[in-house]
């Protein structure tokens, strides 16, 4: 399946992109992509590349759309399929995209769901809440809503931790960018007739349950086509 979520910080991407990808068949493989984990990974292993993107990072620069596309193409597989997470971030991005998918005749995305809903005040407080990431894998968590497994589970080691930048200002700052966005990218989607629009305000349980009902469920072979 070629599917990506979009919507505002806070509103659920990776966590249902990876509930969505846990599902999958790739036990090899998580089939998430996600632009933000692949520049943080260059960051942490102090790549050339993580150095000059570290820069930008630390001062709230965007990383330019050429470094994010020569981060991201390499793991999207004409084969197998992907879950996009938190990208395109923009109609721009969405184009370019489009043009690599047919170039490498990967096809292209079959399903964008855009969650939505929340407004500012409550997806900000969602996140200072009690949203934690995990060191070891990248995943979302959340203290209250969606707390990370225990070490018995033996599926995620953690540490669990906040990140640096999930503060007021920085979470206002990206919803601010996003709300600019975002009627250009549904747009650009809902003419393509792929566009899902969810509401991400219901509990994760349900968000995740409108996700399946619009991906066609895991009993139909159609869901596992790319
Ligand atoms: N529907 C929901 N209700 C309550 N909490 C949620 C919901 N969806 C996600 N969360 C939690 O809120 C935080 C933000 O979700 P996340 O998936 O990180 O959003 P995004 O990737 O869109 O920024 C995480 O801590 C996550 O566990």
Do not use: C
């Amino acid at each position: 399946m070629r599917v990506a979520f979009i919507g505002p910080v806070g509103s659920g991407k990776s966590s249902q992109a990876q509930r969505l990808s846990w599902s999958l068949p790739f036990y090899n493989r998580s089939p998430r992509l996600s632009t933000g984990d692949l520049v943080r990974a260059q960051i942490e292993a102090r790549t050339p590349l993580g150095a000059r993107i570290g820069a930008l990072h630390d001062a709230g620069e965007p990383v330019p759309d050429g470094v994010v596309f020569d981060l991201l193409l390499p793991h999207v597989r004409t084969a197998g399929g992907f879950v996009l997470d938190d990208f395109p971030a923009n109609a721009g991005q969405a184009e370019i995209l489009d043009a690599e998918l047919e170039e490498r005749g990967a096809g292209p995305l079959r399903h964008v769901i855009s969650l939505e809903g929340p407004s500012d005040d409550e997806l900000v407080g969602r996140v200072l809440g009690g949203r934690v990431h995990s060191r070891a894998t990248d995943a979302a968590y959340h203290l209250k809503n969606d707390p990370p497994p225990g070490p018995e589970k033996r599926l995620d080691p953690g540490p669990f931790e906040r990140r640096s930048d999930d503060t007021e200002e920085s979470l206002r700052r990206r919803l601010g960018a996003y709300r600019r966005e975002h009627a250009l990218l549904k747009e650009h989607y809902e003419a393509r007739g792929v566009l899902t629009v969810i509401d991400a305000g219901r509990p994760l349980d349900k968000v995740a349950e409108g996700v399946l009902d619009a991906l066609g469920h895991p009993e139909n072979p159609q869901y596992y086509a790319v």
